[in-house]
């Protein structure tokens, strides 16, 4: 670390997370985006009882009646909504279309909120306002010119299940199963995966279980920023000396040392927790190797002791254990060891601490979902925790991390392009129109649709979906090509300025604001993580008095194609109960959904695997087998780095709130590369020269250039940058067979030197 050159915006930060920065940036959140007199109580407001459901994460809140838990990026999230900046129809009149794609997308997110419906004008480029009906009558028009297989129906996790159940009856009575959502980027492979491994794909772990859990295990998630809430558990749990074992190639700040804002002794001493019992920097997609290298270890811990496995909860409840068994026979340790980089002595180490306790959690996210093996990574976790029985006891279980807050529910109400067949049935059976049948396409399939130019509209409940995914050299033009396409949103991005023949802007309550309809305030329903379905309502004033909610503006859509439409429309929107009623008529679990949102905290969706119930093929829970051990066998060399795009301490998935990345110590910039000292000095490069960067997949030609390489505390071989500015490296088609999602987290990329000379930059 001695004599490092200086690079402008680059700071080691040598303190804890959380504690006294988190509550000025929080201070700073407030200042710069909301009517300081407001802000205090709507923050207050955030998941009580009566108020509103945090946009931020799908972290679960204690009966979602706890004291106020401060946190700064829940803060953040709701600011941002809650802003008192407007983008304005004059502010539009003056900025050409062309000229406001030229600005960064944390200046876009700057100007605030969306005030009216838009219309894309070609004469003049610019957006410009047009009456609700008038925009209804339009994308009615044109869907009804198109065939429902060349119309694509988006879904961003922010939707409530009455926004997204309302979509997916529109798209489907339309006669389409194209749902491209978010998870299709995110957790797809713990929806795929844990369906063959335990029957749901979901996790099973409730927060009660983190009280008497004796190890965690937290695998590829970074919770201080993405998960800010978890750090209040973590932080008890480590407290009470209960281990937390971390795997992640970046030594994540408040995975090592958390300072809890909540805590008054903490705060007033300045001192904090240390969180992480012991943390392996992992190399980036070697998480594979590593689960299989602790098995195969607690294997050899049971042929010494006979009590490392759970015989009895193998023999009765799983099947496929002698197959799993013997690939691990088979897999040598050298192999495991040079594709995790960590040693046989560390994952046995690990082996041990996980036999000994006798209830076990692994948490896991974006680090072992977005990889070519997501699905086979997601399956070998659950293969983890059954070898000891720790699923379907207290204390115990699979906790994936969801991404959006509502993410989970948008499943669970429909929205999949691969519908079961009952659903359809029960569709129809209700609604008395028939559903189609066929298979849809996911987002990679639907923007390869768009670039072939099959698919020729594009509708999106939020989102900006071509920012989100790879590849923008081939998806933004495609984006272009379309004859329509439809946002619904609240802030302006990019993906709305990527103008199609016809494009229009439909601008929607938030989370924080109150739905009026005929009948009265309405609330809506999220699943957070732990399936965990509770009320939300806002109560702040719209941003505009044009706003409609997103329900409303999905019906006002649907009765303007379908006039024949045998949905009564009008009276689901009059009293969202009514939603509610269909919603538990149609989708199994949601028996009194509007008695029973209106009990404190809400209520959990069926998990049978708590109850040792195993709804997969065979009745029992089945382990897999992961053939090999390598993320990716196509390119190797010295020379080829594994690149990790993450997110920055102040973005939200394609929102940027501010260019700093606090722990990471990265101010005012976004422009740089993590990368180990070991593999700087082996490619001749220095911290703060700047570097080309290119794709290293046979065929690709895809490059990032001028970007500032900063010496990290990362894995040897992999190497970070920030979403979304390095999805011009990710291929569209680099993706894990089985879920389709990117593998955003393993891109093959090769580093070259463009100047020795630090960039000077201006840091705001
Ligand atoms: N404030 C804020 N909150 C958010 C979001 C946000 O952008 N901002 N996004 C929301 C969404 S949609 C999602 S999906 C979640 C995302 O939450 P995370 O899953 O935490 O997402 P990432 O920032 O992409 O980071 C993943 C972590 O995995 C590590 N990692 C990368 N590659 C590997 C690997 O191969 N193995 C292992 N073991 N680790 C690896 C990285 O170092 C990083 O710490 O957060 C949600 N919450
Ligand atoms: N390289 C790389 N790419 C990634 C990832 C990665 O780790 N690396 N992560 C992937 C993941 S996990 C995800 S989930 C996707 C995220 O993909 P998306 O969900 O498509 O993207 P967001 O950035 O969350 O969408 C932000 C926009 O949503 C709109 N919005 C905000 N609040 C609301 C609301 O209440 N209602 C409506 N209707 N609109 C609203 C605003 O207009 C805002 O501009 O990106 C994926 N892309
Ligand atoms: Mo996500």
Known sequence: MANRRAVPGIHPYDGPAGGWGALKATAIAVRTQMDTLEAPVTLMRTNQPDGFDCP?????????????????NGAKAVTWEATSKRVTAEFL???????????????????????????????????????????????????????????????????????AYLFQLFAREYGTNNFPDCSNMCHEPTSVGLPQSIGIGKGTVSLDDFDSTELVISIGHNPGTNHPRMMGTLHELARKNVPIIVFNPLRERALERFTDPQSVIEMATYSSTNIASTYYQVKAGGDAAALKGIAKALLALDALQGDALDHAFIAEHTAGFPA?????????????????????????????????????????????????????????????????????????????????????????????????????????AVFGFAPPKGHGHDAVKTMQAMIDGASKALICLGGNFAVALPDPEQSFPAMKALDLSVHIGTKLNRSHLLVAKETLILPCLGRTELDLQASGRQSVTVEDSMSMVHASSGKLKPASDLLRSEPAIVAGMAKATLPNSKVPWDELIEDYDVIRDLIEKTIPGFDDYNARIRQPGGFRMPLPPTERQWPTATGKAMFSVFTGLHENEIVAGDDVLRLITLRSHDQYNTTIYALDDRYRGVFGRRDVLFMNDVDLQRLGLEHGDVVDLATALPGSSQRLEGITVIAYNISAGSVGAYYPEANVLVPLHYIDEESGTPSYKSVPIRVTLRSKEVLKVKIA
Request: with cysteine.
């Open 56 to 72: 931020g994460c799908a972290w679960p809140d204690k009966e979602h009646r706890s004291t106020f838990q401060f946190c700064e």
């Open 324 to 428: 799993f068994a013997d690939d691990l026979a088979a897999t040598p340790w050298e192999a495991i060891e040079k594709e995790c980089g960590l040693t046989r002595q560390d994952l046995e180490q690990v082996a041990v601490a996980y036999a000994k306790s006798k209830a076990t959690i692994v948490t896991y996210g974006m680090g072992i979902t977005q990889h070519n093996k997501g699905t086979a990574n997601v399956r070998l976790i659950a293969d983890l925790l059954l070898m000891r029985g720790n699923i379907g006891k207290p204390g115990a279980g699979i906790c994936p991390l969801r991404g959006h807050s509502n993410v989970q529910g948008n499943r669970t109400v429909g929205i999949t392009e691969k519908p079961s067949a009952d659903f359809l049935a029960k569709l129809e």
């Open 93 to 163: 009149a003056q900025n050409t279309v062309t000229s406001l794609l030229q600005k960064t997308d944390y200046e876009l997110e700057g100007y605030g909120r969306l005030t009216t419906p838009l219309r894309y004008d070609a004469g003049t480029d610019t957006l410009r306002p047009l009456e609700w009906d008038e925009a209804f009558q339009r994308i009615g028009a044109v869907l009804q010119t198109l065939q429902p297989d060349q119309v694509e129906f988006y879904t961003s996790g922010r939707a409530s299940n009455e926004a």
